[in-house]
């Protein structure tokens, strides 16, 4: 059974069709890259699969590990084992990260069935995961991405991952506004979680992050639809060649 | 009893076409129920003059009511002194009606905590009316902390009044968390230089509660800061007023005022009229204020949602960390905690 099956999807925003047919597999233990030009649907996949709801399927259907991922609401999504890493994280002040990862972590335990987790071990937890991404225990008293840098945004979000275990992760743009240490950092992360059992899409404009994460398989996306899939080799043609060749074979 | 039930009825007159109880249906505090008379707790019979009397409506009603003056004197030797005046009222055999003045009068140099609780234990209503004055001397400290948390049904209305002297700080804390109905107006005048003070208020109200808060700073002198943090969490059909006023005379030069109010309303039909008043007559002066009311930021409940969170935990979540800014700001570290603790309780904060 594959991890994430997305067949023939369609959605739009606003009456505007933006993904016009999508088909793609990705099973356990893989890495799949997204690459496409501005306005191409990156991000709508990405909140597609995430379950914002401005956005609206029309038709085609999404499976998570078997379970129809479109019947889900979003919170039902991230229990049952999916991961945004959102390009913008929004900041929540007066929110701690303690309380928000306590809360999280405690939501998706019982979802499992397991009980709520110890004091003592949510602090392990917590800083074993912090060091995964160079950050600072002193974060934890800090509300959600309040006055944090783009790279520290950018890890958090990598950190979340790392807290909540997915068995499908989504990164989205997570090298955008990134400089080369902050990439390195994110990058180590995101390999470091890396397992047999999890997967992810890696959505990214730039070749650039793939040198770091390398993927098993990469797609090209233009105007709502997968134009072109190959492996990691397609990486450094578009880099060489731009989009424009592509969308001219399209 | 009718001679206090005339009184409340001309006070509740004069709120009519008053622009000063705008919002405030004080009708609501007449009760149209066929109720057993209300049992009428009286602590006096010698009326204290006010320091400054003001046209509250209510005057009368809390005179005959309340007879005596509370007074309460703190000395410089008083070292770190807390003054705690409940004003929990036991309904339990019947509605009551209550009344309290009281008087705290916080010498040179002196610090003083002064907690003001209201509440009603029992299937009763309580209807209360309490008026407070304080007067700040030189350099004294003094933090007044007005909690409205009740089990049972309460009505409060309530009057505060300070006088801040030279160099002196005033700080007030006013969380309206559990009452039926509840007005309070607080009157802060800076009447010598130097003088400070620091209004912070929080409400949470859900199913029919309403909660007004008036408040005035009077810059009487040049010198002299102020700062206003009102917020609130409305949920249900409440209604939630705030009228926050601040006067600088013509010689409060180099006046710094500054004064915030800001409302989540989480439900629709959930109602917050706010609106800040400053009458300034000075110019050399810095002054600012805001009023912000609005619904949760969709994209932080999206980010907290995508994290595995109910949309009630996010809510919660989201709500809490809105009104414990104010919470904050209180000195004392066991209160604070308690009353965070409330506060959380009534958001439907997990303890997770």
Known sequence: ?250 | MEGIYDLLKEAVNKTVRNEEFKYVRAANLLSSEERAAPVLTKSGTHVGERVVSSGWPFENVVDAIAGDVHVVRVTREDADAVIDLSCVVDTTSGDVVFGKRISIVVEEGAKAQVIERHGVDGSGVGLSFTETEIVAHAGSNVEHIKIIDSVGVLKHVGRTHVDVHRDATFTSHVHCLNAAWVRNDLMVRLVESGANAYLYGVSVLNGEEFADNHTAVDHMMPHCHSEELYKGVYDGQSIGVFNGKIFVRPQAQKTTAYQSCKSVLVSPRATVNAKPQLEIWADDVKCSHGATTGALSEESLFYLRSRGLSYDDARALLTYAHAAEVVDHISDDALRISLEQRLAEKLGMASW
Do not use: C
């Open chain 1, 1 to 250: 059974m594959s991890v994430l099956e997305i067949k023939d999807l369609h959605a739009s925003i606003d009456d505007r069709e933006i993904l016009k047919g999508i088909d793609l597999t990705v099973n356990a233990g893989e890495v799949h890259a997204i690459m496409g030009p501005n306005g191409s649907g990156k991000s709508t996949l990405a909140s597609v699969l995430a379950g914002r709801e401005d956005y609206t399927v029309t038709s085609g259907s999404v499976m998570l590990r078997g379970n129809d991922l479109l019947e889900m609401s979003a919170e039902e999504r991230a229990r049952d084992g999916m991961f945004l890493a959102f390009q913008y994280p929004v900041e929540i002040p007066g929110v701690s990260m303690a309380n928000f990862m306590r809360a999280s972590v405690n939501a998706h335990r019982a979802h499992r069935g397991q009980p709520q987790i110890e004091p003592a071990s949510f602090l392990t937890l917590m800083r074993e995961k912090m060091s995964l991404v160079e950050m600072d225990p002193a974060f934890l008293q800090r509300s959600v991405n309040d006055g944090f840098s783009g790279g520290e945004k950018k890890r958090n979000e990598i950190f979340q991952m790392a807290m909540l275990d997915p068995v499908l992760a989504v990164l989205d743009e997570t090298d955008s506004g990134l400089d080369i240490d902050a990439l390195r950092i994110v990058a180590n992360g995101v390999n470091m979680l890396r397992s047999k059992e999890n997967a992810f899409v890696v959505i990214t404009h730039y070749q650039r992050l793939l040198n770091y994460i390398v993927p098993d398989f990469v797609h090209v996306l233009v105007n709502g639809r997968i134009v072109r899939s190959g492996g990691k080799e397609l990486a450094y043609e578009l880099e060489e060649r731009g989009y424009d060749f592509i969308k001219v074979e399209a």
